[in-house]
């Protein structure tokens, strides 16, 4: 496995002997030989890992012996690692699940694994045997959860233990045999100042966002997969005073809110019967039921973006959620054709007044060529004698030497001024808080 290598420090003739079809008939041996003894003896032994583990050793040196060549320590602690995977774990992309800067796994077949790391794709030399070793992965992670995959159920979403998300797809959808997805959940806590730190967006954008959450600002986090959405929803969570009560809404749980009273909620699918799915729409509209002052949607992408407008527009000022959209103009007409998806009896005209009426604040992010990701504009929705207009307040400007492997640049304000204050004078705020943070970077 590519993780165990770096850590035993394997020489070159080990790797290319852990690579070998032999090296992959001696693991599948062993571990049938490890399963049959187990459940010809005691059929909850697996639940004991370090019983298993030294019934796997006292097999290997009762085979050692016989092989010729002899396996080095290393193929041999490499060996046990790859069997004890497979037993406990998730195989050969155990060690990618461990890895920090990891954020997808792509399973392209038995034979081709590729890697988010830090925003880039790479393919590994990680592999399957054969398709059959991949379907009996996918087999023991949904099986826990009462999901099948067969060619009446070609795909699947589902989670692993650790809560990342994983999406197969299998023939006749797709030729290549069985497609997996699995995008990582991190629990990494990276905290405003960390933001910035990263470059992510600058002190006057934070300062501006803790004044526009603190008071109650609709806002909307818009950008591609990947490009940091849940990682700012989570970091300006925080500025969303404690004696208020949240709700989330999440199709997979994933938020990671910094606020000491939260109601999490997640959505269910359909069991093995076709019965017993609760929609994102379903969660939305059980949360105004339960005295929250602000919901928070992880991510809307279907018709649930009707009942987020409706609740924005009846009480639950501030509240929060992700969108993929490629930009601040995006966001209103991907809102309008999801909400119209829904086929609840509302004409366009009303659903353009709901979002006219809920939207404030827009944030795009981006995910950019070289890996980093950072925050290129923040936007204003406001109406004027029954025009809509997108008013940009700060933005990124990309530097001289700027270039696509590595991109330079700063946040700036644009000098425009917010009306945000004047939709929350009633608390007792004025636009003039808000225009003085403008006028930082200005």
């Not at 461990?98 to 399973?107: K, M, N, R, S």
């Not at 809920?358 to 990701?373: A, T």
Request: glycine letters at 6%; hydrophobic letters at 35%.
């Amino acid at each position: 496995m590519e993780n165990s290598n770096i850590t035993l420090d394997l020489t070159e003739l080990e790797k290319e002997n852990i690579a070998s079809e032999r090296f992959r008939e001696l693991r599948h041996f062993l571990h049938n030989r490890l399963i049959d003894g187990i459940e010809e003896q005691n059929i909850h032994l697996l639940k004991d890992i370090n019983q298993v583990e030294r019934r796997l050793n006292l097999l290997l040196d009762e085979m050692h012996p016989r092989l010729n060549p002899k396996l080095s320590v290393n193929e041999q602690k490499n060996l046990t690692l790859q069997i004890m995977h497979e037993l406990t774990g998730l195989g050969p992309i155990s060690g990618l699940m461990e890895e920090p800067g990891v954020t997808d796994i792509l399973i392209n077949g038995p034979h081709e694994i590729w890697v988010d790391r830090n925003g880039r794709l790479t393919k590994t030399n990680l592999r399957f045997d054969n398709e059959s070793h991949l379907k009996r992965f996918l087999d023991r992670i949904l099986s826990t959860q009462g999901r099948q995959l067969d060619a009446r159920q070609p795909m699947v979403d589902s989670r692993l233990p650790d809560g990342s998300r994983l999406h197969a797809v299998i023939p006749p959808l797709c030729e290549s045999g069985p497609i997996v997805s699995i995008r990582r959940f991190h629990t990494e806590d990276l905290s405003t100042q960390q933001l910035i730190d990263k470059g992510f967006l600058s002190q006057a954008m934070m300062d501006f966002l803790a004044l526009a959450v603190s008071t109650g600002i609709n806002i909307v986090i818009a950008g591609s997969a990947g490009a940091g959405k849940t990682t700012l929803l989570n970091a300006i969570s925080g500025f969303i005073p404690e004696t208020e009560r949240i709700v989330t809404v999440e199709e997979t749980a994933e938020l990671q809110l910094k606020h000491p009273h939260v109601i999490s909620l997640e959505s269910r699918h359909t069991n093995s019967e076709g019965n017993g799915a609760i929609s994102l729409s379903d969660l939305v509209r059980n949360a105004l039921r339960m005295r929250a002052d602000r919901i928070v949607v992880g991510e809307v992408r279907g018709v649930e973006v009707l009942d987020m407008l409706q609740a924005m527009n009846v009480g639950h000022d501030g509240s929060l959620t992700t969108l993929h959209a490629n930009s601040p103009n995006d966001v209103i007409s991907r809102m309008e054709t999801l909400a119209l998806m829904g086929n609840e009896g509302f004409s366009t005209v009303a659903i353009q007044q709901m979002i006219r009426s809920s939207l404030q604040l827009i944030i795009q992010v981006m995910r950019f060529q070289d890996g980093s990701r950072r925050v290129v504009s923040i936007c204003e929705f406001i109406q004027n004698d029954d025009k809509e207009q997108i008013r940009e307040l700060f933005h990124f400007k990309h530097a001289d030497n700027s270039h696509p492997e590595c991109i330079e640049g700063s946040h700036n304000a644009t000098g425009n001024d917010s009306e945000l204050g004047t939709k929350v004078a009633f608390k007792g705020y004025t636009s003039e808080q808000f225009n003085r943070l403008l006028k930082v970077e200005k």
